[in-house]
């Protein structure tokens, strides 16, 4: 199929990694992150925003990724739920999610765990109310929620005692 649109470079900072991209104007965010940098982690669960599935940190605030253009990452630093891990070692949170059951499918899980980071990066100690604020953008299907609230909770102890 003929391109149909021009494409702009742009250079975004991924887990660390400095990338220089050729896009679209009309990529998401979410496809850039999915198809052409084969993280797979960011999930794709609605087309309305809803879901929050596709959730990952733009400059350190959480953003859904299918509702950012690539282009508006330009010159930003991304984290996605494969940045999380250091040196083959889980990250505080992601145990957390682990130890509290906080997962049945896992399909919102990537989302909640990065949610969480933002929250945690400026709250140390948040309570439930402020969890479930911090959570709210993030659907989850199976669990009922219960243990997600856990996990934040563990999440918050466990980074603190890093
Ligand atoms: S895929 Fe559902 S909010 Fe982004
Ligand atoms: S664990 Fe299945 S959608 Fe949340």
Known sequence: MPEIFEKVTIQVKVNGTAHTLSVEPRTLLVELIRETLDLTGTHVGCDTTYCGACTILMNGLAVKSCTVFAVQADGAELLTVEGLEKDGQLHPIQKAFGDAYGLQCGYCTPGLMLSTLQLLSNDRKPNEHTIRKAI???????????????????????????
């Open 136 to 162: 709210a953008g993030n659907t989850c299907r199976c669990t009922g929620y219960q243990n997600i609230l856990k996990a934040v909770h563990l999440a918050a102890q466990n980074v603190k005692g890093e």
